[in-house]
């Protein structure tokens, strides 16, 4: 891979390594571009700490530390410092307070939770609510229309396990919106080599239908999945079968793309 805008870093709480070991994995698979998007913090007004992702109080570390990193393999390599984020309405404004001093690259929406997280279950638990999947996908076109995202992490995410017809209705919609708005949804090798129920062919087939341009993201939670080439290849293997366009880098960050 020349490029992987997902990434995180052991201050999520569910990742390991250290920044320099992730930084020096991308380097030697070869990749050119490494963009960091750990979860990003909410600041929740009633004390509550999330246990899967960053406090307020490690988001100047994370800067500093990433960085110094971007600093000093500049010949090497070209870091990007950014977020993975739902997108929950009540609390985007402290985030942004949170957010304002610092010299954040991009963020990419991740819906793990359509709600604060303390009063919410996790999308990636089964579902045949259709209630929970249209607002799931209302969420992130809201979400999507305020511009603060540049693609969608594991857009199947939501388990959907009703209807087809229902499951159709609703991810044809977002995929719709996504491919008018040139917003490209992502192949998830963590998922796709984890045993996880995405990226799923049924959401993909829709993609296809619609023409939606994909990017292929390790979502690395270890420092060895930035060069695992086997993943890789199973993720080019999975655009291929539905003849999809990868982008090898995103819009804006300095584009390029292949049709498989």
């Not at 930084?23 to 509550?48: N, Q, R």
């Not at 060069?227 to 819009?251: H, I, N, Q, W």
Request: proline share 4%.
């Amino acid at each position: 891979m020349f490029a992987n805008y997902h990434t995180h870093t052991a201050r999520c709480g569910h990742a390991r390594g250290t920044d320099r070991e992730f930084v020096e994995s991308a380097i030697a698979h070869g990749m050119k571009v490494l963009g960091f998007a750990d979860h990003c913090p909410w600041v929740f007004g009633d004390g509550y700490r999330s246990g899967i992702r960053m406090t307020d109080k490690e988001v100047e570390g994370y800067f500093r530390s990433l960085t110094d990193l971007r600093d000093e393999y500049a010949d090497d390599i070209t870091i990007y410092i950014g977020f993975e984020a739902e997108y929950i309405p009540q609390l985007i404004e402290a985030q942004d307070r949170l957010l304002a001093d610092y010299p954040l690259d991009y963020m990419i929406m991740g819906q793990h939770f359509n709600d604060p997280e303390y009063c919410q279950v996790y999308m990636g638990v089964p579902t045949g609510d259709e209630a929970v999947l249209n607002k799931y996908v209302d969420r992130i076109i809201e979400g999507m229309e305020s511009g603060r995202y540049r693609y969608l992490a594991h857009p199947d995410l939501l388990d959907f396990t009703g209807g087809q017809e229902i499951y159709e209705k609703h991810f044809t919609r977002l995929c719709e919106y996504l491919k008018t708005k040139d917003i490209p949804v992502e192949i998830n090798l963590l998922g796709m080599t984890g045993g996880r129920h995405y990226p799923s062919d049924r959401f993909f087939r829709i993609a296809q239908r619609v023409g939606n341009t994909v990017i292929i993201g390790c979502d690395a939670h270890v420092p060895e999945a930035l060069c695992d080439s086997e993943a890789m290849e199973k993720g080019r293997a999975f655009a291929e079968k539905y003849g999809l366009t990868v982008l090898e880098t995103l819009p804006g960050l300095g584009a390029k793309s292949q049709v498989f």
